[in-house]
């Protein structure tokens, strides 16, 4: 899969991922292992050696692995009352999909309801949706240093609002780090999709 993915070659990939499964590797193994692969296709585009186009081509093949393979396969929370309600969104200025709907597929297999509000999320959306769905927890991604300032102003503006006690905060995506969610005032951070269902459990009070 990963050679697959540094060829940019949507096909293989396709290949490559219907035989891990077949030969017993769980969606949670294929996702950690794309998620490799693009780190590193994404360290080539930033040295220079790959064009767009390519970086492009590895996104969107890795997409369409998760949408038609690994999502159906983790669908199967959503039974019963759900544990709490998620509202999450990449912030404005960034279109990078990949890891916030990993994030909100684990949440929602964890038993969460999960309303992705999509990316470039302006933080007058994620407001209004606080406003009117009344989640338990807004989560917000991004992955460049250039729209990490977006996180910030979403929590100021759920503060002008008078929202920001009714709600937690969580912030996550690779520039993200422990001190940044600090320095922004937000209830908390995870590193990967699998430490942000802890992460909201344990925001809650939710025991595991
Ligand atoms: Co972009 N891109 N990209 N890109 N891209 C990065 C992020 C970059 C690091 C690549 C690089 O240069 N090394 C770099 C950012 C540099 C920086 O800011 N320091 C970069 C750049 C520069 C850009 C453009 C500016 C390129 C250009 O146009 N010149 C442009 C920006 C467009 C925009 O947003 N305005 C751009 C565009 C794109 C594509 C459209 C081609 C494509 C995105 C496709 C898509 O998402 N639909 C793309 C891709 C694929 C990447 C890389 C290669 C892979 C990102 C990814 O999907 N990773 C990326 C390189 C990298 O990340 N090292 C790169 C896999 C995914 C599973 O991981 O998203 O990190 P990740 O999510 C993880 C964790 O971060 C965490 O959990 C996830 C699962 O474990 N997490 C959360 C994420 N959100 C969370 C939220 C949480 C908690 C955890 O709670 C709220």
Not at 55 to 84: C, F, H, N, S, T
Not at 148 to 170: D, F, W
């Amino acid at each position: 899969m990963r050679e697959a993915l540094h060829a940019f070659d949507q096909e293989r990939l396709v290949e490559a991922t219907e035989r891990a499964l077949e030969q017993g590797y769980s969606p949670q193994d294929l996702l950690e292992g794309l998620t490799e692969g693009l780190r590193e296709v994404g360290d080539r585009f930033e040295k220079g050696e790959l064009f767009l186009a390519e970086l492009v081509a590895a996104g969107e093949a890795a997409k369409k692995v998760i949408a038609e393979y690994l999502k159906p396969m983790l669908e199967g929370g959503g039974e019963g009352e759900p544990l709490g309600h998620i509202v999450i969104g990449t912030v404005a200025g960034d279109i990078h999909d990949i890891g916030k709907g990993i994030v909100g597929m684990m949440l929602f297999t964890a038993g969460f309801e999960v309303k992705d509000l999509g990316v470039d999320v302006p933080a007058e959306m994620f407001v209004q949706a606080v406003r009117e769905e009344k989640p338990d927890v807004i989560a917000m991604s991004a992955l460049l240093t250039t729209t990490l300032p977006m996180q910030r102003e979403t929590i100021e503006a759920l503060e002008k609002s008078g929202l920001r006690n009714t709600v937690k905060v969580i912030v996550g995506g690779s520039p993200v780090t422990s001190e940044w969610a600090d320095e922004i005032g937000a209830d908390g951070y995870a590193e990967d999709a699998v430490g942000a269902v802890k992460l909201v459990k344990e925001i809650l009070g939710i025991r595991e």
